[in-house]
């Protein structure tokens, strides 16, 4: 019997191999050239289309620590980014075009894997789901239909998330709206008339990411960038999400002129939601620009704010912890399409999926990597976030767990975490092997 994975990007030629390696025979179906898309070039398999960047190598940075993991699983992505790399620094920069060719290259002479250029119209297991945020309409028809119509989005708009260490908390005040909730649930900075029309003018002159034709789509009205908004009028954000209503300072015993507000993403309060502030501006004007608002001056931005088009599944709510549908172990999801944003992190649910896979059919249990580990992390986000607010994550070092005892300095911590994260893998990796850790 052969083992399908549907997609031929960096989480589906991952997921193949994996598969591959562990003794099953895999049908790699990629629907280019047959099937075109707006983002793609070519027909080679890892075409990779936007940046040529993996990001940092380094394991004090959450993407050098993913690198690090997945070394320690055997990647086959990362060994041809290793092999094709480019003068990047410390970031993982390869030739985008020796990359696709050379993974396109291995992936078909494994013995073991098969490819087939065709449209997949419907669902089968067991099989490995990875067709990105670019799946044809007939394959989403059909996840829509198996795991739900509520279950899949077509459009993402994020705000920008920052490190609670970060935060001037002495500029700040928590409190929910008219006490609602828990009374104190987000973090507030008030904002005085001078310091609001700042902000308001720093968004109409800041720098915006021009689209790719794929994401040139309508915005929603529920789901404007903040800096679309603030073109309708001069006044319509601090009637809008910056609006004050019910959340007077008490330190002043007034409600502010306008106020921000921060939503807490994690248990430990080391992730903060800037709430209604999804963003087509250029990261480097989402620094500069929010670093203006009281409390942010030296914010450390774990996800930046975004808007495009991004087909993905709402995982907390549709799919079960190792990435499978609920009705069916069997049949798996990965890289984009799970919620995940980025190259290594695609590639990595991919791998996991491949591995996972490839247990089930031997009739062993699927494993999930600690989450002490950045993969783990990752996952484990995917998987329990509130269904009600998912939105799409990249690695970032609020997902870990916090040290016990903690550490201040930040350079010491990243240090310990990766340290932690690492040992963590490995005890995994041992697990998987059938090696005492």
Known sequence: MSVVVVG??????????????????????EMRPHVGTPAHKTDQLAEIVCSNTFKSTEITNAHGLLKAELVLLNSLLMDVAQRTRVPGGVALAVDRS???????????????IVVERREVTDLTSPAVVATGPLTSDALA???QQRIGGEALAFYDAIAPIVSGESLDWGSLYRMSR???????????????????YELIDSLLRADRFVAHSFDEIPYFEGCLPIEEMARRGR?????????????????????????VQLRQEDLAGQMWNMVGFQTR???????????????????????????????????PAALTAHLSAKDDPLLLFAGQL????????????????GVNLARMLDGDDPLVPPGETMLGALLRYVHAADPERFQPMNANFGLLPPLDPPVRNKRLKREALAERAIAAMQSFVGHLSGVAA
């Open 338 to 353: 799970v919620g995940v944003e980025g190259y290594t992190e695609s590639l990595a649910t991919g791998l996991l999926a």
């Open 8 to 29: 031929g990007g960096l989480a589906g030629c991952e997921a193949a191999w994996a598969l591959a390696e562990r003794g099953k025979a895999v049908t790699l179906i």
């Open 281 to 315: 501006l250029k990261i480097p004007e989402q620094k500069r620009v929010f670093r203006t608002i009281p409390g942010l001056q030296h914010a450390e931005f774990l996800r930046y704010g975004s808007v495009h088009r991004n087909t993905y599944l709402n995982s």
């Open 98 to 112: 020796m990359f696709s060719a050379m993974v396109t290259d291995r992936v078909m002479q494994h013995p073991s």
């Open 178 to 196: 008219y006490g609602k909730g828990g009374g104190a649930d987000y973090v507030n900075a008030p904002l005085d008339p001078d310091r609001y």
């Open 141 to 143: 028809s059909a996840i």
């Open 235 to 259: 006044d319509t954000l601090r009637y809008g999400p910056l609006k004050p209503v019910g959340l007077a300072d008490p330190r002043t015993r007034r409600e502010p002129f306008a106020v």
